[in-house]
C-alpha cells in the first residue's frame, strides 16, 4: 500500500524574468517549520537555503532555483506566502529622525498594510543585458541568483569588495565582433 497523496490547491503564476507559467501549491506545516527554524538561527545563509527549499518542495514542474534571478524568488516566496498564510499582511514603518524631535528617532510608526497579491515586478521596457565598453567591445549580464547572497567570506567583505564579487558573478559574456 502507498503512502496517500495530499490534495492540495494548485496556482499558477508568471515568472516575471522568462514570462513563464509555474505552478505551484501552498506550503504546509512542514515548510512553515523550516522557515521558522531558520529565521530562529539569524544567520542569513540558513534563510537562504530554508527558502531555496521551500521554493523546490512547492513548486511544481522543472524550475531550478539557483538559476533563478533573486527578484524572481523573492515573487515566487511572496505568492507562495500569500495563499499560504494569507494575501495581506501588516507593516510597520521604522521611525526616522524627524525635524519636530530635533534630529531624534519619532516615537510614533506607520503601520501600512499591503496586498501580496497585488505585488509586482516592473521592467523598463528599454532595458537591455548588453554594455558596450566601445564600439568593438561589450558584456552581456545576466541578474544576480539567490545564491551571491549564500558566497563563502561574503560577511567579512566591504562594501567596495561586494559589489565588484556581484558584478564579477554577474558577467555572462565578453564578446567582440569577431569572437565570445
Given at each position: 500500500m502507498g503512502l496517500p497523496k495530499l490534495n492540495s490547491t494548485i496556482h499558477e503564476?508568471?515568472?516575471?524574468s522568462t514570462e513563464q507559467v509555474v505552478k505551484y501549491r501552498p506550503f504546509l506545516v512542514k515548510e512553515e517549520k523550516i522557515l521558522l527554524?531558520?529565521?530562529e538561527s539569524e544567520d542569513e545563509k540558513s534563510i537562504v537555503v530554508a527558502?531555496?527549499?521551500i521554493l523546490k518542495n512547492c513548486i511544481q514542474g522543472d524550475l531550478n532555483i539557483d538559476e533563478l534571478p533573486t527578484f524572481d524568488v523573492e515573487f515566487m516566496f511572496l505568492r507562495l506566502r500569500a495563499k499560504s498564510v494569507g494575501?495581506?499582511?501588516t507593516?510597520?514603518?521604522k521611525p526616522f529622525p524627524c525635524d519636530q524631535n530635533e534630529g531624534e528617532l519619532c516615537k510614533f510608526s506607520t503601520e501600512v498594510e499591503i496586498n501580496l497579491e497585488e505585488v509586482q515586478v516592473v521592467k523598463n521596457e528599454k532595458h537591455s543585458s548588453k554594455i558596450m565598453i566601445n564600439d568593438d567591445v561589450g558584456i552581456k549580464l545576466k541578474y544576480p541568483d539567490i545564491n551571491v547572497l549564500k558566497r563563502e567570506g561574503i560577511e567579512k567583505q566591504t562594501e567596495m569588495e561586494l559589489g565588484m564579487s556581484v558584478i564579477k558573478n554577474c558577467i555572462d559574456m565578453i564578446f567582440t565582433k569577431e569572437e565570445t
Open positions: 503564476t508568471i515568472l516575471p527554524t531558520a529565521m527558502v531555496k527549499q494575501e495581506k499582511i507593516v510597520g514603518l
